[in-house]
């Protein structure tokens, strides 16, 4: 009985380690194989630098925030002075 029991684990560890290694590996004539000179990709467009540079520049005066600032009447100097006057030990 427990050589059964020792054959059968062995048996399932086995397919697993198998199944394993068998899905590790690609296929025969998966991309992977290759060569990266035979993909052919078409020019999508001409590339502007200068023109997309130009339009971000345009489109970021709508994104530009409000920070807070570090003024006499900001609303982190209350929370400043009290992390300032936090003593901390060593």
Do not use: H, N
Not at 63 to 90: C, D, N, T, V
Request: net charge positive; glycine share 8%; charged share 30%.
């Amino acid at each position: 009985m427990q050589k059964m029991l020792w054959f059968c684990g062995g048996l399932l560890i086995g397919l697993t380690i198998l199944s394993i290694s068998k899905a590790s590996v690609p296929p025969p004539g998966a991309a992977i194989d290759q060569r990266l000179s035979e993909i052919r990709v078409p020019k999508a467009g001409k590339v502007d630098f200068d023109a997309s540079i130009r339009e971000l520049s345009l489109e970021e005066s709508r994104f530009k925030e409000k920070l807070p600032s570090f003024g006499e009447k900001s609303r982190l100097e209350g929370p400043m002075k009290r992390i300032a006057q936090k003593k901390y030990r060593r």
